[in-house]
């Protein structure tokens, strides 16, 4: 099986279905981040068709994912996609919405990429399993460069209401002080958020 052949036909389905996955250069960023901090274990909020659990698990043999994902179309996806892939033994594929799912793991690294409008409930959710000195990322905070733009501009009530939320969600960021966040503007916008 050759590797890069498998994720480009991942990246033409994804693009093909409409099924949001993180911009390449944000992966890139975030399997980096997972590497140069000797991250080894990881949870997911929202696996869609398991594409960056996929990325993150083929970093190393001892990286393990847990992953949630409410959808069951995407889940079936994700579950083939797995184990096309072989990393059965590596990714935790958890069928579910994220709110019903209570763990007793603590991971080194949480990684929030579902449902825009719900991220403070998801870190306030899961804060609770990041081990001590852990890290939580969040994808999309730009969302598609909408989050910068007056809201004004936004003719959909719906997108309109995610951009809000996504702005708030930034400043309690910026507000929690028991994390050190920093923002950067990479793929569609990143937050890494280090717990004190």
Known sequence: MNINDEISKLQK???????????????????NYIKENNI???????????YSAIKMALIGKDIKVTTIERDEERYIEA?????KFNLEEQITLIHSDAFEVNLNTNFDLIFIDAAK??????????????RENGTIITDNLNFHGLVNIDEKEIT???????????????????NNSHYQTTFYSVG???SISIKK
């Open 13 to 31: 389905y994804a693009k093909e279905n409409n099924v949001p996955i993180m911009l390449e250069d944000g992966l890139n960023f975030l399997t």
């Open 40 to 50: 080894k274990n990881i949870l997911e909020i929202g696996t869609a068709i398991g």
């Open 79 to 83: 579950k083939k996609n797995i184990k």
């Open 117 to 130: 409008a719900q991220n403070i409930k998801f870190f306030e959710k899961f804060e609770n399993n990041l």
């Open 156 to 174: 959909s009530r719906n997108v309109r209401g995610i951009v809000r939320k996504t702005k708030a969600y930034i400043e309690y960021l910026k």
């Open 188 to 190: 569609d916008g990143i």
